[in-house]
């Protein structure tokens, strides 16, 4: 009979010397008993932290509350809870136990995959503590550890449900008996905890056409899923289903090796939000971005939050900015998101009769425009009128000539004119105007194209380095529109699907395809470009 170890991330040598101290020799094993031929050698294993009295009073007497805990979600940005159970074991003089590992195991026709849902925080649901979760296979509630004073361990008893997955190693368990299940027939719950991409499959998810099919027979498109709106959040979910069109941006979060290094929880919640969105196995054709909103609440220090409504330009704005912040290195200022959306600027301002005072060079993610004043007064059939403009009259704030007024941070006039192209173009409308009083709300419409956006016939460009030609024609990919009154309404968002250059409309978990002609009849708010390729 075989055995085998767990691989252990030991980082440090005295931890490794004290491990060696807790580790009996094999000389003291108790004898090897025998299997049948349906069960597999023996795996040595760690004690998960589960459950020694030491671990249980480490955890009774609040230790996991210091450093930033409150209410059992831990505070500290950055900080990943990674093998606590591990460390704890070490340091408690833990023992080596013998871990069973079968092919088969007779519980497993009681699996429930209809009641698993992985989309939310990963607490234990007795005691709120984040180390050591597994979820239970057959009724899909969390529960800390799986030893013999463990939540987990008391749920089998009580509850009769036997199948447990560690959320963090993904190996699954049958309790009380304690051993370790090896069952091909689980991989599909693998997935649909930790979504895998390959290189090879996120080169083609722009060129499948393919639907999926959820457990519950619907139908569902990887890309296009729902997002449900958890109590005033559809300003999170149009940012999200808009950045999901930005292929660089989209592919690179799809690996988690890209940003392995980034140990940020907002840029790890992201990329798994990513993952599930695109992932071609779900169990349901909708996902919940609750773990990514929380991690979201914890690094804008509750700016954006579940339950407040908030606006998707200063929301997108924070998140593309705080993603560069986690993602860059220390070397170079560079991250995938300047890659895809940062631009420059030539900003003169001047005073009086046109004298310049200032002239600087400033990197933008986005362009602000100003849409004109709407009128005032009916037309003689009194019916309002409904104020239309081109987007290209309104981007001639960026030809270098056009003077704008600003009052902040004081009054000038300022000149602005493009000095670099991004590969992704963000517009945003200044669409809300807020006053002492009140916010109110410019409701011109914007013709614009939906293909073959052609800059340098209205603004004039930078000239392009030696031997390459000037990108300046873009084609939309999403367009975010507000409905409804100022301070209130609702976001939705119109998508194009590469694969098929069909465009949807979703808000939150309604999802359905629509025309073209009818993504510019409404009240455009943030747009995304993409600028095409050179022939």
Known sequence: MKFRREEERIEDEDVAKRLKLVQPSTASLSPRPEFNSALLPLAIYEDDGDEDDDVKTYLDNGVENQGGYENGIDHQEGEEEEDEDDEIGVAQGQRNRMIELRRDCPYLDTVNRQVLDFDFERFCSVSLSNLNVYACLVCGKYFQGRGQKSHAYTHSLEAGHHVYINMQTEKVYCLPDGYEINDPSLEDIRHVLNPRFSWEQVDQLDKIRQWSRALDGSDYLPGMVGLNNIKETDFVNVTIQSLMRVTPLRNFFLIPENYAHSKSPLVQRFGELTRKIWHARNFKGQVSPHEFLQAVMIASKKRFKIGSQADPVEFMSWLLNKLHEKLKSSKRNHSIIHECFQGELEVV???????????????????GLDLPPPPLFQDVMEKN?????????????????????????????????????????????????????????????????????????????????????????????????????????SYRVFVQRKSEELWYEMQDLHVSETLPQMVALSETYVQIYEQQEQH
């Open 385 to 489: 009128i409904i104020p239309q403009v081109p987007l290209f009259n309104i981007l001639k704030k960026f030809d270098g000539e056009s003077v704008t007024e600003v009052v902040r941070p004081c009054i000038a006039r300022m000149r602005y004119r493009v000095t670099k192209l991004p590969r992704y173009l963000i517009l945003h409308m200044r669409r809300f105007t807020r006053n002492n009083f009140f916010v109110e709300k410019n409701p011109t419409l914007v013709n614009f194209p939906v293909k073959n956006l052609e800059l340098k016939d209205y603004i004039p460009l930078p000239a392009p380095k030696r031997k390459e030609k000037v990108r300046s024609k873009y084609d939309l990919i999403a367009n975010i529109v507000h409905d409804g009154k100022p301070g209130e309404g």
């Open 349 to 367: 301002r001047t005073e009086g009769t046109n004298v310049v005072t200032e002239t600087s060079r400033m990197p933008t993610l986005m362009l």
